[in-house]
């Protein structure tokens, strides 16, 4: 049991780091194209990054931000395979009920950690955001891009 658990933690941990690297990625081109404040999850970082750590606030510090884009997409990953124990799934045959679940999980992660937070941390809104929609679509598809990768690298681990 005890070795399960370890190897679901060690799965979970593997696969949400590089599904964050995948969704930091493809992150970039909104960071290109708005600047901090059109990543949601970078702008909040480099706001809590400033506050935890005593750092400037005004010029973008990726070390930390990604510090903490990393520790968060590892621990939600960690998360994944005990949810799939949790409803039953079996990895090895579930193929599309799993892709299905971890772009779900991409969503709830989204509206769970950055909806309710994102405008207290920033003092911008997600929804009316000063930059229009697209910051939020982008927001919302780096998610569902952290949810699939994640689904996809746990089954090909798990096998």
């Given at each position: 049991?005890i070795?399960?658990?370890v190897?679901?933690?060690?799965?979970?941990l593997?696969?949400?780091?590089?599904?964050?690297?995948?969704?930091?990625?493809?992150?970039?081109?909104?960071?290109?194209?708005?600047g901090?404040?059109?990543?949601?999850?970078?702008?909040?970082?480099?706001?809590?990054?400033?506050?935890?750590?005593?750092?400037?606030?005004?010029?973008?510090?990726l070390?930390?931000?990604?510090?903490?884009?990393?520790?968060?997409?590892?621990?939600?990953g960690?998360?994944?395979?005990?949810?799939l124990?949790?409803?039953?799934?079996?990895?090895?045959?579930?193929y599309?009920?799993?892709?299905?679940?971890?772009?779900?999980?991409?969503?709830?992660?989204?509206?769970?950690?950055?909806?309710?937070?994102?405008?207290?941390?920033?003092?911008?809104?997600?929804?009316?955001?000063?930059?229009?929609?697209?910051?939020?679509i982008?927001?919302?598809?780096?998610?569902?891009?952290?949810?699939?990768?994640?689904?996809?690298?746990?089954?090909?681990?798990?096998?």
């Amino acid at each position: 049991m005890i070795v399960m658990v370890v190897e679901m933690i060690v799965s979970g941990l593997f696969s949400g780091m590089l599904a964050t690297t995948i969704m930091t990625l493809s992150e970039i081109p909104s960071w290109r194209k708005w600047g901090l404040l059109g990543v949601f999850e970078w702008h909040e970082n480099q706001l809590l990054s400033a506050r935890f750590f005593r750092i400037p606030s005004e010029k973008p510090n990726l070390k930390y931000i990604f510090f903490l884009h990393f520790l968060n997409g590892s621990l939600a990953g960690i998360a994944f395979p005990f949810i799939l124990l949790l409803l039953d799934i079996s990895v090895g045959s579930d193929y599309i009920y799993i892709l299905m679940l971890s772009l779900l999980y991409g969503f709830a992660l989204w509206i769970v950690t950055l909806v309710p937070i994102h405008k207290p941390i920033t003092g911008y809104p997600v929804w009316n955001h000063y930059l229009g929609h697209l910051p939020s679509i982008a927001s919302l598809m780096g998610h569902f891009i952290y949810g699939l990768v994640l689904g996809i690298v746990i089954m090909m681990i798990s096998k």
